[in-house]
């Protein structure tokens, strides 16, 4: 069953209709990518569903039950998390400072106890190896990590601390081909650990790479809606 689900959705700034008519499921353990132009109405889809926008028409859904989210801290106690392109990270901090940083911001609380350090670097270095990361210095400042590793501890931190859903807004806009192929492995990851992933981005070529169904919108409507199996390659 999907976690998170909109039926003919919408949404109007005063009378600009941004989005109309989305239907929208995401499952555990499948990436489901958005693509579409600029204006297209992807990010105002992100903000109803991280809980930054209500949406005016149509229904969202969490596990079945129709929400009304006011704010993104109640999209993140359902478990659904946000991964911006402007980092919510500290570059002078430490990387593992970083990563707990994540449980103030979205839970509220600290899983291990505040002056056990040696046990939270420990837990942060096995976090990201279990999402493939390989980095072995946790006191170095996450500033000065690739794009790319940085968006990945982003994405570790998420998972660790109970993200469902992870929503990842143009991930790789910012990134060469080598650092979007990092990120891209840690979609897989994080697909494999059974979170259900929404991507957003500009770029075909990375949708398909990872995508198992693929939302496109133009003008605030889907143009097209499918699964991955049910797209063909020759014609
Ligand atoms: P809301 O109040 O619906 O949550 P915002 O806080 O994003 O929307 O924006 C407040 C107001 O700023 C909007 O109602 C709109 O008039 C204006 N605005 C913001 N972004 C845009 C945009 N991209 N295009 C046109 N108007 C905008
Ligand atoms: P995308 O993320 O795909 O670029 P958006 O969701 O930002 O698309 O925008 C969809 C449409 O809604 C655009 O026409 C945009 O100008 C309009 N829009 C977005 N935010 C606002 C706002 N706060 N107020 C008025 N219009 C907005």
Redesign the pocket.
Known sequence: APIVELRGAG?S??N????HGVDLAVRPGTVTCVL????????????IISGL?QHTEGDYLIDGEPVRLANPREALARGIATVYQDLATVPLMPVWRNFFLGSELTRGVWPLRRLDIARMKATCEEELRRMGIALNDMERPIGSLSGGQRQSVAIARAVYFGARVLILDEPTAALGVKQSGVVLKYIAAARDRGLGVIF?THNPHHAFMVGDHFSV?R??TLELSAARADITLDQ
């Open positions: 949404k700034y005063g600009v209709l941004a989005l579409g132009d600029n204006g297209a109405g992807k990010s105002t889809l992100i903000k926008h957003i919108l003008l605030g």
